[in-house]
């Protein structure tokens, strides 16, 4: 699920650790975009300024009384520990770690209404986006097995603390370890399941099957809430990991099949929660010399003596912050976002120009901002405006000022585009370069579009949990009618074939597409006004129905695609063998232009000059093509007015039409 992630605990219980700018330096080479401190120390959140990367800090439990005991004081504690540093993209604050599991019973009692303190305190510093929660043991939990009967052992404390979690939208942190678990099982728990390698353990209660313990042990915390009437509230793993030394079958090899699986697990779900991805901070980035026990001294990823990697973790990344800019977030010279599918990169350029590439090659957009400034960057400033900055000026602006709420964000999206978004979810700025495409595994979330290259067609993911493809100016065309039916929605072309809209955790609405599991389905938001669903074989296997008919200048069919006419009895195809037929659908062909070869890269082109040309084989270099690949062409070169069109018509004729709308070629099949 897209929803999915994993950050890393930083502690800095040692006496050797790195310098702080060293330090995330390596997260953002990693591509780690959320980490979590157990402090607010000046030095290190100065050191996170401007990284991008989500914070969340800490206050230790022995602070938590004399920092927070009234919203004086917890105000008195956020203006020195978080309005200095707004620059730090602190998202989300923990009172304590593990409070409820202690033995102190006052801290216990001071918990929540501290909690409360300092959400008030946030409040009135003009700070309510940023999150307030605690962490939990996974002890709080009992009954852990089977899973579905997980329930809290302290409801009476716990329930009013997860009411008010809820009625703020924070989440629940619960450090799991599968290590511990794994140790204290007797045996009955094996190595492979323990490490979240391999496993299979059946619910009594539902039947549900568990591959991996962290899974298992997940839902268990997920039934417990449930229990509690909040089974929406989403759970993140604020601890987990391995150690290397200090215990039994505490190595390098261990600790790095481990963290290895439960990266590779973050965009699955759970038995419980299968279509929410799952979100852990891996335990710890560092070994840390001074703590207590020496098991609890080597769970680092990283040696802090000569920085080198203890082992190797593919954390699945592009090197850069995900293919997200949220406000707050600065792109320096050289660096970039990049999208999902690693196809589209948006880069600032030593040259003080921020382009968006695709293939790393060809250029889709450009800020037109180049200049002899070393020091150029693009920021995405608290105001909600991206400005591109070099040699102290502002040189290009989003024009997106908006509430200084923290929610204005810029997806680098698989489809080309590259959008902002407001805190409603509605674009409002976007680089307009939509390839037109859905790809497998990519997912349109609420207020997500994806338009057709003309940029007439806009197939969106509505706020209402309803998809709409819209022609612009008329209306809506087609919609899945799940308006209202779900929460959170959103659709996706998921990795077998079906394209499937979900809101609330449930499937509303599907293509029925399934097929084999290659990468190769594609939905093309076509320039005809038609939504097209292709499979590996280019052959259509979904579509919208809802052609205009309409091929205009630039228009390009590659192999498989097609427009029909708007009565759906006639249809102009590129075929796969590079053949230009139109078919009376259910009777046969009336007219191809006999192009038909062993070669599988035809496409037919609606020219800028007006001419329709079937090329095989063409290759663009720098906007030009060879005229050897030209295989058919209608001969109607007129004026670069954009005005040519080819109209796939009801009688049986297909027509191009010029400016002065005379007809200047046709198939000749009227009545057909």
Not at 8 to 28: A, D, L, W
Not at 266 to 289: C, H, S, V
Not at 313 to 338: D, E, K, Y
Not at 445 to 473: H, P, W
Request: hydrophobic share 35%; aromatic share 8%; net charge neutral.
């Amino acid at each position: 699920m897209a929803d999915g992630w994993t950050g890393i605990c930083f502690g800095e219980e040692g006496s050797n650790i790195p310098s702080r700018t060293q330090v995330v330096q390596k997260f953002r080479q990693l591509g780690i975009t959320r980490v979590r401190l157990y402090h607010t120390y000046q030095s290190t959140l100065q050191a996170f300024s401007n990284s991008g990367i989500q914070l969340t800090v800490g206050i230790t439990n022995a602070d938590i009384i004399k920092a927070l005991s009234s919203v004086g004081s917890a105000r008195s504690w956020v203006d020195r520990n978080i309005v200095p540093y707004g620059s730090s993209n602190i998202v989300a604050v923990t009172v304590g770690n593990e409070v409820l599991t202690s033995t102190a019973n006052n801290l216990k009692n001071a918990l929540l209404p501290s909690m409360k303190n300092l959400r008030e305190a946030l409040n009135q510093a003009g700070k309510s986006g940023i999150k307030v929660t605690t962490a939990h043991a996974f002890d709080v939990v009992t009954n852990t097995f089977p899973p579905s009967s997980g329930q809290f052992a302290d409801t009476g404390r716990m329930q009013p603390l997860v009411n008010w979690l809820a009625s703020v939208g924070s989440d629940f942190i619960c450090n799991i370890y599968p290590y511990s678990t794994y140790m204290n099982s007797n045996g009955q728990i094996t190595l492979q399941f323990g490490r979240l390698e391999s496993g299979s353990v059946k619910d009594s209660n539902n039947g549900e099957i568990y591959t991996n313990l962290l899974a298992q042990r997940l839902d268990a915390v997920y039934a417990a809430l449930g229990r509690l009437g909040q089974g929406n509230m989403r759970v993140v793993v604020g601890e987990i990991g391995w150690p290397t030394s200090g215990g039994t079958a505490t190595d390098t090899d261990n600790a790095r099949i481990h963290n290895q699986n439960l990266v590779n697990l973050a965009r699955g779900g759970t038995p419980l929660k299968p279509n929410w991805g799952i979100q852990t901070y891996i335990f710890a980035m560092f070994d840390e010399n001074q703590k207590a026990a020496s098991l609890q001294k080597s769970w680092g990823l990283y040696n802090p003596r000569n920085f080198q990697a203890k082992y190797t973790i593919n954390f699945g990344n592009s090197p850069t912050l995900s293919n997200r800019i949220t406000q707050g977030m600065r792109l320096s010279s050289g660096q970039f976002v990049m999208s999902k599918n690693e196809v589209y990169k948006f880069i600032m350029q030593a040259d003080c120009n921020l382009v968006l590439y695709q293939n790393g090659v060809t250029p889709l957009w450009s800020s037109h901002t180049v200049c002899s400034a070393s020091d150029g960057y693009l920021e995405l400033l608290s105001d909600g405006n991206a400005v591109v900055y070099g040699g102290g000026v502002a040189r290009w602006t989003s024009n997106t000022l908006g509430r200084n709420d923290g929610a204005h964000r810029i997806d680098v999206q698989d489809d080309g585009n590259t959008v902002m978004y407001n805190e409603a979810n509605q674009a409002i700025w976007a680089t307009k370069t939509s390839s037109g495409r859905i790809t497998q595994g990519m997912r349109l979330s609420s207020g997500q579009f994806v338009e057709s290259k003309n940029r007439v067609y806009r197939f969106i993911m509505q706020a209402d949990c309803n998809l709409v493809l819209y022609q612009t100016g008329v209306g809506p065309l087609w919609a899945s009618n799940t308006a209202g039916r779900g929460s959170d929605g959103y659709m996706e072309l998921q990795s077998d074939g079906n394209a499937v809209v979900y809101g609330g955790g449930v499937a509303l609405w599907a293509s029925n597409t399934l097929g084999p599991n290659d990468g190769a389905h594609h939905i093309d938001v076509q320039d005809d006004g038609n939504t097209v669903m292709y499979n590996k074989a280019n052959e259509a296997i979904w579509a919208t129905n809802t052609s205009s008919g309409r091929i205009t200048q630039g228009m390009r069919l590659s192999s498989g695609q097609f427009v029909e006419s708007k009565n759906r009895v006639y249809r102009f195809i590129m075929q796969a063998d590079c053949n230009l037929v139109l078919y009376h659908i259910g009777v046969g062909p009336l007219w191809a232009s006999n192009t038909a070869c062993s070669r599988r890269d035809g496409h037919m082109e609606l020219q800028p000059d007006g001419n329709a040309v079937v090329y095989v084989g063409s290759v663009e270099r720098w906007g030009l093509r060879s005229p050897a690949d030209a295989r058919w062409a209608s001969n109607t070169w007129g004026r670069n007015d954009g005005a040519h069109r080819i109209d796939v018509q009801d009688d049986g004729n297909t027509v191009m039409y010029n400016e002065a709308n005379e007809a200047i070629w046709a198939t000749n099949t009227a009545g057909r």
